[in-house]
């Protein structure tokens, strides 16, 4: 079982910046792409951001240029750097982890509110 802890949520005006951590509780980074999704009140998860195995990354067209996602293996963390955030970047973001092929498994973080807000 692979837990995902995420933080670094809060409130920040337009045009701040944040930066999330997603914790993983074993070293899993080798074997799982990592991901960030978000959901905003009344609308459904929708994909943020993707880190694969190997370290090439994919965005959604509405953060691209603004967020950048990256790893750490040695402290089993996945970042989201969020700048130049816009109200509608308002949202819950989730990590989440994920295993390919035969034995395909993923998991989820509880979430970690950003609130942009002036």
């Known amino acids: 079982q692979v837990q995902l802890v995420e933080s670094g949520g809060g409130l920040v005006q337009p045009g701040g910046s944040l930066r999330l951590s997603c914790a993983a509780s074993?070293?899993?980074?080798?074997?799982?792409?990592m991901g960030w999704y978000r959901q905003a009140p009344g609308k459904q998860r929708e994909f943020v951001a993707r880190?694969?195995?190997?370290?090439?990354?994919n965005y959604a067209d509405s953060v691209k240029g603004r967020f950048t996602i990256s790893k750490d293996n040695a402290k089993n963390t996945v970042y989201l750097q969020m700048n130049s955030l816009k109200p509608e970047d308002t949202a819950v973001y989730y990590c989440h982890a994920v295993r390919t092929g035969t034995y395909g498994m993923d998991y989820w973080g509880k979430g970690t509110l950003v609130t942009i807000s002036s």
């Open positions: 880190i694969y195995i190997g370290g090439s990354t």
């Open positions: 074993t070293s899993i980074f080798s074997t799982y792409h």
